[in-house]
């Protein structure tokens, strides 16, 4: 489990792209899983939650 003190989204981009599959925690937002290289959208996800993956995921994407 990684945790990030900043939010950071493309250097959580490369992390998850890069470890294929685990978890992380980042300070103010909370904790996400990634499986196969892309954030996982938690069950009864808030409105940050949601934002963070649909971010992080759509930086994955341009990444590729």
Request: proline share 5%.
């Amino acid at each position: 489990m990684r945790i990030f003190k900043n939010y950071s989204p493309r250097a959580i981009a490369k992390y998850v792209k890069f470890f294929f599959r685990g978890r992380l925690y980042i300070n103010g937002r909370g904790g996400y899983t990634f499986e196969r290289g892309r954030l996982v959208m938690p069950p009864g996800a808030d409105q940050v939650h949601s934002d963070t993956v649909i971010e992080i995921n759509r930086l994955i994407s341009s990444i590729s």
